[in-house]
Each structure stands twice: as C-alpha cells, then as structure tokens.
C-alpha cells in the first residue's frame, strides 16, 4: 500500500527539515579542513614557484625554475623509485597477515580483547622511538645478535642496500599491522553468520569458506586498509630518517626523506615544495586508483561470495 500524496509531502518536508537543520554540523569539521589542509595545500604550491632559503622573509617568484630543476634531477626518479618499492614490500608484507589475523581476532576467543590491546601497543609508540630502538637491536657489535651469540643477528642489517630495506618494511610492518588488523576483525565482524551456516551445510569447510566468503565479503575493507597502507607509505620521514638517514647511500631516501634534505638543509624550499606538491598529486592519484579498483557501489560487496 502506498502512502497519500498528501502524507508522501509531509514526509519530505519533514526529511528536508532535518536534514536543513543538521547541515551546521559539517561547519567545524569544514573549517578545520580548509584551515589545516586546503589552506596549508595552496601555500605550498605558492612556495614551489618562489626562490626562498626558508629563513628570511624574502621570497621572490622564481616562476617555473623550480620544477624544471627538479624533474631534471636524477635523484627524483631514484627518490620516486625507492618510494614505490618501499610501498609495494610494505603492501605485500601486511595485507595477507593482517588479513589473517583479522579473521582470527573476529573468532570467539576468551583472550580476543587482550589480544587486541597488546597488538594496538606499536601504534602507540613514537616512530623516532621505535627507530632508535630497533637501530640498537640490529648494531652488529652490541646489539641483539651480538648479546645472543647468534652469527645469523650480527649482520650490518642497515649498512647493506638490499638489507636496509627489508629492515625498513619489517619495522614498518611491525607497527602498522595491528592498525590493519583492527580494521579487517571489524570487517569480518559485519559478515551475516547465515552465510557460514549455509556454507556448512553444503559441506564446505573452513579454508573454502576463507576464500569464497570471507575475502569476498572483505573486498572493500581491502580497499580502504590498502589506501591507507600506500598513501601512508608516502609520508614515511622520521622512521628513515633515524634509522637510516636514507642511506647506505641513498638506497632508503625516499620523497619524503628528499623534501626534507632539500628544504631544511640545502635551504631550498622551491625544490622542496615541489615535492610536496608531487607527493600530494601520487597520493591522489593512487587513491583515485585504488578506488576505482573497488567499483562505484559499495553495497555490492554485501552480495559477493553469497
């Protein structure tokens, strides 16, 4: 039965009503926005045509000069090349385990909510501090392999390319896996039970479950920990910069770490903001990507694996 046009009207009325009366809502979280990240964005693009040392007040124009020495550099691709590398090891290091995990913390067991505490406690540590820490462990003279008497440990774990950054995507992947793991016990919470019971009753078991319900299912919370994973993996800077400094030579220096040489300590905020500027646009092109790869309605992942 279908409502009176007369009431169908009143109800929009009153819909329109609310949702007029709750727009004021979004203001705070607008102007933190434009002040904190719109703002912020358009200064930084301002800066990477200017020449300035970022100590004086004076900044002059300096037009496209700026970008054509950074994109003739040869250490931007260097730069953008070990970015890409350290993104991807790090994407591949942490989805499939925090996906298993996630699965595993979603189960009924009695310890799930320590378990879940305990694997938040990296995320709670400063990056500086985790790098110092680890740095100490990995000293080849005085560190853990050194302490434990275990010639496999006492390697230059950070003075050899190939291995500094596999040291890198490990820490990162320390840290950065139980936020990952929280969103996928989430996701895999919000999965109906039925379609497990049904599942069961045509025979399938528990591996056959993971892979035609459970990743399906999971298909979106994938989409989102992997965005956050690669663009997170863009703004990398303080964990390299005290574990490696981007070295052995510049086998870690990725664009953050670049931006950072180039701006504070050659004094070169044009290049400098043109990094940023091409951090920014990577970031976004990646995210555009990533959610197109999702599809354009997200309902419907509720029907996948049914």
Known sequence: MTAPPAVRRDRSAVSGGRSGSLAWLV??????????????????????????NGISTDIQLDGLNAWKAVLADPQLPHSLLVTFEIMALSWVAQTPLSVLLGVFLAGSQRYRGVLAVVFFIPLLLSSAAIAITWKALLDP???LGAGLGVPLLQQD????????????????SWQYVPFHTLIYQ??????PRSMYEA?????????????????????????????????????????????????PGDATRVLALDM??????ANLMGPASVIAVILVLV????????????????????LEGA
């Open 141 to 143: 003279n005085f560190g």
């Open 186 to 191: 989430g996701g895999v919470r919000q999965i």
């Open 199 to 247: 599942a069961e009753l045509d025979g399938a078991g528990r591996v056959r479950q993971f892979f035609s319900i459970t990743l399906p299912q999971l298909k979106y919370t994938i989409i989102t920990s992997s965005t956050l994973m690669v663009v997170g993996s863009l703004t990398f800077f303080d964990l390299i910069f005290v574990l490696t400094a981007g070295g």
């Open 157 to 172: 774990w950070l003075g050899r390319e190939g291995l500094a950054v596999a040291v890198v995507v490990f820490i990162v």
């Open 283 to 302: 970031g976004l092109l990646l995210a555009l990507v990533l959610r197109r790869l999702g599809g354009t309605d997200p309902n419907e992942s509720m």
């Open 260 to 265: 950072y040489k180039r701006g504070f300590m």
């Open 27 to 52: 203001v705070p979280a607008l102007l933190v926005f434009v002040v904190f990240a719109v703002v912020p964005l358009f200064g930084v693009l301002y800066l990477s045509f200017t020449r300035w």
